[in-house]
């Protein structure tokens, strides 16, 4: 498996609360990505970011934002916790941002906003 | 708008039938499609891409421009397929962002 591990695994938060989520990588990729997974939807994309202090918005990315200070890591953080918010939230990363480049995927972090 | 469709929630077949998963996308320029697959409490993983043109456990997928298409087909299930698959689709130039289909179950009886 690649080196990409999600933190925490699972988390139950309450509404207005913050929240944030750790995606470390241990392959020097220099892509890392942000998605959620909702039944119905796929997966949809958050944050990216293409180096280190260099992100940009995805499809939903109201309510989120993100951190890169290092390679390693790319943080996730839901600024005021909301319902909707509750999914599965997938890190990737790849070597490359070539169309045709494979994305790596952490294990997912199960949240739920109650 | 870029998308990518994919008709079948759930598919159901019985061991050694064939299986074909459907993917239709929609987008203005030359994109690259993929097919990504998650075992049950694996990651989701790379199964193929239309540029290698390979066929991996069985299956393959050919790009029809004209319909828009990207099905993954396999002549003969196994148990072992039974997993959920996502058809996706990368278009933008340099950033490696992916457009994911809403995914499909495959359920492989024996």
């Known amino acids: 498996d690649a080196g990409i591990t999600q933190s925490p695994r699972h988390k139950v938060t309450e509404t207005g609360t913050p929240v944030t989520l750790r995606c470390h990588q241990t392959e020097n990729h220099r892509y890392m990505y942000w998605y959620r997974q909702d039944p119905g939807h796929g997966l949809r994309l958050i944050h990216y970011?293409?180096?280190?202090?260099?992100?940009d918005k995805g499809e939903v990315s109201d309510g989120y934002s993100v951190s890169r200070s290092k390679t390693e890591d790319f943080l996730l953080t839901l600024e005021s916790a909301t319902s909707s918010q509750t999914s599965v939230y997938f890190c990737?990363?790849?070597?490359?941002?070539?169309?045709?480049?494979?994305?790596?995927f952490g294990q997912g972090t199960r949240l739920t906003v109650v | 708008a870029q998308r990518v469709t994919q008709p079948e929630k759930l598919l159901s077949v019985f061991k050694g039938a064939p299986v074909e998963l459907k993917c239709n996308y929609s987008?203005?320029?030359?994109?690259?499609l993929f097919w990504y697959v998650q075992y049950s409490r694996q990651r989701l993983q790379l199964l193929l891409r239309h540029i290698s043109r390979e066929s991996i456990k069985g299956f393959t997928a050919d790009l029809n421009k004209g319909e828009t298409s990207f099905h993954l087909k396999k002549p003969f299930a196994q148990e072992e397929d039974s997993a959920m698959y996502y058809c996706?689709?990368?278009?933008?130039?340099?950033?490696?962002?992916?457009?994911f289909g809403q995914g499909t179950t495959l359920q492989v009886k024996p």
């Open positions: 990737a990363t790849a070597p490359t941002g070539g169309l045709n480049t494979e994305a790596f």
């Open positions: 970011s293409y180096g280190v202090k260099d992100t």
């Open positions: 996706a689709l990368s278009g933008s130039s340099n950033t490696g962002k992916l457009i």
């Open positions: 987008y203005s320029g030359s994109p690259e």
